[in-house]
């Protein structure tokens, strides 16, 4: 596994595996992966989850540089319709019809869209016992991830190299580098906790990753860092007690202390950029005086001790008008520093609270 990566061409992440993507969108970083398989005196390359349009020039750069050209590319796995994942198969069969593109049927459902040509749609149910025989001797093993987070999602497991294709399980956001370390997880906690339903599709996902033989030493996932050594069975047990999605929704009966934590700790965080007397005056304006609906009860310092309204609606209502009268350079790093808050306390952040208007204003009126 590399130690750095700078993103710029292919990374070689193992023997004849490697990364293909770009390092464009960072925050959430596609991972592309080519794995080229040797044996029979034959070669066979298979392209994992080919990425958004955005990233095709990248792509079709990077596989060309390594194996000739798309002529040489034998198969794409999508590994579920998210456009992230797969909306390049499209752009890709039309370069070369020869490639075969295989997903679960839940998948082609809704990826066909793209307009990838039936004729070139291999669905993973088909194969024998979920594992396909390859010219080149070797076997690929499909293992479907039912709602993680698409109820037709399908991992893709390599058993000569050892190495998992997760698809968005164990993804991360922010990852620094192409190889995960341990403090990778605070990334993969929260792109879990936003895009998968509930513990129980973890879990299953989990059992599932634990049945495989010979065990994976590396996870590969579509964003984020490539997870390896310790870290596997680390990231696995942490994986399988992650409260997300409906869990944390459902929880959040029992949460009015953390969520009135986190509020506070985001309002200690506005105070930092839009100084005291404002966010007082501001906090002043929700305080019982029969003009506005008495949402927070206040102590003397000013720390919200009680909220009366449902918690989300409150907060983002206060919070909105905070945010709105940061100035734009410090929205970027405000807006990450709440959304950690809250998600170090296990609860959804208050998303719709921390968008710019103006932005939204001006997408309506152009679009
Ligand atoms: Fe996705
Ligand atoms: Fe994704």
Redesign the pocket.
């Known amino acids: 596994m590399p130690d750095s990566v700078n993103m710029l061409g292919p990374k070689k992440i193992a023997t004849d595996v490697h990364w293909v993507g770009t390092a464009a969108g960072e925050f959430l970083r596609r991972n592309v992966y080519l794995r080229t398989f040797r044996g029979k005196g034959r070669i066979f390359n298979l392209l994992v989850d080919p990425g958004p349009p955005c990233d095709l020039e990248a792509v079709v750069k990077n596989v060309k540089s390594l194996i000739g050209g798309i002529d040489n590319l034998h198969a794409i796995t999508v590994n579920h319709q998210?456009p992230?994942?797969g909306a390049n198969a499209a752009a890709l069969v039309k370069m070369h019809d020869g490639i075969v593109v295989l997903m679960t049927e839940e998948t082609w459902r809704l990826a066909q869209y793209y307009g990838i040509s039936r004729r070139n749609f291999h669905a993973v149910e088909k194969l024998r016992d979920l594992r396909t025989l390859l010219p080149t001797g070797q076997k690929i093993q499909f293992v479907p991830t039912p709602f993680c987070h698409f109820r037709g999602a399908c991992m893709v497991y390599d058993p000569e190299s050892r190495i998992l294709f997760s698809?968005?399980l164990f993804?991360g956001v922010a990852a620094a580098s192409l190889e995960a370390t341990a403090s990778s997880w605070t990334g993969i906690k929260a792109f879990h906790q936003l895009y998968m339903p509930g513990n129980d599709a973890l879990r299953l996902a989990v059992s599932r990753i634990r049945k495989l033989d010979p065990a994976p030493l590396a996870i590969a996932p579509?964003?984020g860092g490539v997870i390896s050594g310790d870290l596997v069975p680390q990231f696995l047990e942490k994986m399988e007690n992650l409260p997300v999605g409906l869990d944390i929704i459902a929880s959040l009966r029992d949460s009015v202390p953390a969520i009135i934590s986190a509020l506070n700790d985001s309002l200690t965080a506005l105070r930092d950029v839009l100084g005291k007397d404002r966010v007082v005056k501001v906090m002043r304006f929700f305080h019982p005086d029969g003009s506005y609906p008495a949402l927070f009860t206040l102590a003397d310092d000013d720390r919200v001790v009680d909220i009366k309204a449902e918690p989300y609606a409150a907060i983002e209502a206060l919070l909105r008008i905070l945010y709105r009268q940061c100035p734009d350079q410090h929205k970027e790093a405000l807006r990450s520093r709440i959304w950690n808050i809250f998600l170090d306390r296990n609860l959804p952040p208050p998303e719709s609270a921390l968008v710019d208007v103006d932005v939204i204003e001006a997408e309506i009126v152009e679009g």
């Open positions: 998210d992230d994942v698809g968005d993804a579509q964003h």
